[in-house]
T-cell receptor
């Protein structure tokens, strides 16, 4: 049973446009969410987080939106740059003392 | 600040052998996590250690085991290696126990079983 889903295995976007990566979860106990970016042959790099007490968090070009009722979160990258081309993972945790569950990832390609 | 370091970078073994992978967390981090990423798949949670204790383990057989040392570094041991154990093994560390703090990853150990 996959508790964290990223239903788009891949996404292509033109440079300068918005990239929207989606993530759905099934466990209503999840209350802390992370997004990671991963380049080939490197470990995942932490991008941005959001806790369930918020519905939006911004950090530069990256914004994460959380819709608790829909059990859905999304990562917006504006404007998209070729260096953003990577695999993006969302991860969720049920809070203190609980480990993270990762989604399968979405491969983003930003075309020049 | 030094990041999470893992060794070796690559490890080649044959079926039935045993493999030991090592991880040094970021200074001050007490929690260490191990993940397996097989080719084309996402990160599968293996083990989580905090303050020297195993806190949780994923859905893997007992031949996957590990430990955390007093300096918070960690080892992952895989016994009786099978071909399907070929994967990238990632270690991560965090400040606090479990959720509420982001995990920071090393670059992984690529384990190849021949």
């Amino acid at each position: 049973d996959q508790q964290v889903k990223q239903n788009s295995p891949s996404l292509s976007v033109q440079e300068g446009r918005i990239s929207i990566l989606n993530c759905d979860y099934t466990n209503s106990m999840f209350d802390y969410f992370l997004w990671y970016k991963k380049y080939p042959a490197e470990g995942p790099t932490f991008l941005i987080s959001i806790s369930s007490i918020k519905d939006k968090n911004e950090d530069g070009r990256f914004t994460v939106f959380l819709n608790k009722s829909a059990k859905h979160l999304s990562l917006h990258i504006v404007p998209s740059q070729p260096g953003d081309s990577a695999v993006y993972f969302c991860a969720a945790s049920a809070g203190y003392g609980q480990n993270f569950v990762f989604g399968p990832g979405t491969r983003l390609s930003v075309l020049p | 600040e030094a990041g999470v370091t893992q060794s070796p970078t690559h490890l080649i073994k044959t079926r039935g052998q045993q493999a030991t992978l090592r991880c040094s967390p970021i200074s001050g981090h007490t929690s260490v996590y191990w993940y397996q990423q097989a080719l084309g798949l996402g990160l599968q949670f293996l083990l989580w250690y905090d303050e020297g204790e195993e806190r949780n383990r994923g859905n893997f057989p007992p031949r996957f085991s590990g430990r955390q040392f007093p300096n918070y570094s960690s080892e992952l041991n895989v016994n009786a290696l099978e071909l399907e154990d070929s994967a990238l093994y990632l270690c991560a560390s965090s400040l606090a126990r479990g959720g509420g703090q982001p995990q920071h990853f090393g670059d992984g150990t690529r384990l190849s079983i021949l």
